[in-house]
């Protein structure tokens, strides 16, 4: 009998899950469609998963033993174990998420944000291993981010703390998922490039393949594909998301002093292109005392399972079992 965590991951469009033993080996791994079952309907989405996670256990040829339960999902509350109005999920209000669950898995069962999980999977089984203070940061469809501080991830007085992708960039600027206006995550993100490759469109003159692409087929892969070849709105494009988060992340730096920021996800997947701009915006813009002490390193997580790693971290963690 193998001890496991049990790891989800619920995102808008697919949840993934599999098991992680506590030195981070997976047990297998798949993900489900989210919105398979009838849109609000938690108890049959709950039920599916259920099913689903039995499934892959069966096809294990080890005996596998789940012995917690870590979920990362958006506004995924630590505190109450509630999902509370999620932009992405079709569940209304407030789910008592971590209740509901333990109907199908009574052990030890926790939840957070996916981005909260993913610091926590970065310091468990990543890059952060011996350190106390980093910042994580993951851009994907929006801008999601978990700090670290003194060894804790900060929660908050109500489960909610980190959010940088909401602190606000321009007053009057675009419009985020959440209909508020400005946020970080508009412009810094898959999506936010995406917006200002647009405008950078209509702004340039420069000839660009971009400019045949529609904009709900255009993807953040296909503006670093460019960038890459040297196209001058693409180039243009990663120069303004890089100023934009190297400012935000002196900010940050400002604030809790963090020995490493740690970069997650789709739009991190460029690499050089988005890694190196920001650095230097974020020095060229940081408080004196911090300049040249802060490393900016993609997660090792990149290409493995980020999302189920870090759940389970999560699950592992409030179990209270030290991974060395
Ligand atoms: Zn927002």
């Known amino acids: 009998m193998k001890d496991v965590a049990l ?26 469609s989210t919105v398979k079952t009838p849109p609000g309907d938690v108890d049959a989405f709950l039920k599916y998963l259920y099913k689903e996670i039995e499934v892959l256990r069966e096809q ?31 569940f209304q209000g407030i789910v008592d998420l971590v209740k509901l669950f333990k109907r199908y898995y009574d052990v030890p069962m926790v939840l957070t944000n996916d981005a909260n999980a ?32 003194n060894g804790e991830l900060i929660y908050g007085n109500d489960g909610f703390a980190g959010e940088m992708g909401h602190i606000l960039q321009d007053p009057e600027g675009r419009v985020c998922g959440l209909g508020r206006k400005g946020c970080l995550e508009a412009y810094v993100s898959a999506t936010g490039i995406k917006r200002t490759t647009f405008r950078l469109l209509a702004d340039m003159n420069a000839e660009s393949p971009l400019r045949d692409i529609s904009y709900n087929q255009l993807t953040a892969a296909m503006i670093t594909e460019q960038a890459l070849k040297g196209d001058p709105i693409a180039c243009a494009a990663f120069e303004e998301t890089s100023r934009l988060l190297g400012q935000k992340l002196s900010d940050m730096v400002a604030i809790f002093s963090p020995e490493a920021i740690f970069l997650l996800g789709g739009l ?26 802060v490393v900016i390193l993609p997660s090792a997580l990149e290409d493995r399972n980020a999302a189920v790693l870090g759940s389970s971290a999560l699950a592992w963690k409030e179990i209270g079992i030290k991974v060395d």
């Open 60 to 90: 294990i040829q080890e005996d596998l033993n789940i012995v917690g339960v870590g979920i990362g999902a958006p506004n995924g509350n630590y505190f109450t174990g509630t999902i509370e109005y999620a932009p992405n999920l079709s």
């Open 118 to 149: 993913a610091a926590i999977g970065e310091m468990i089984y990543g890059g952060a291993r011996n350190m106390k203070n980093f910042i994580m940061v993951t851009l994907g469809t929006g801008l999601g981010s978990g700090f670290v501080a």
């Open 7 to 32: 790891g989800i991951d619920i995102g808008g469009t697919n949840t993934k899950f599999g098991f992680v033993d506590k030195e981070g080996n997976m047990y297998g791994e798949t993900s489900i």
């Open 268 to 293: 991190a997947k460029a690499g050089d292109l988005l890694f190196k701009p920001t650095k230097a915006y974020m020095e060229q813009y940081m408080f004196q005392v911090f300049r040249d002490k």
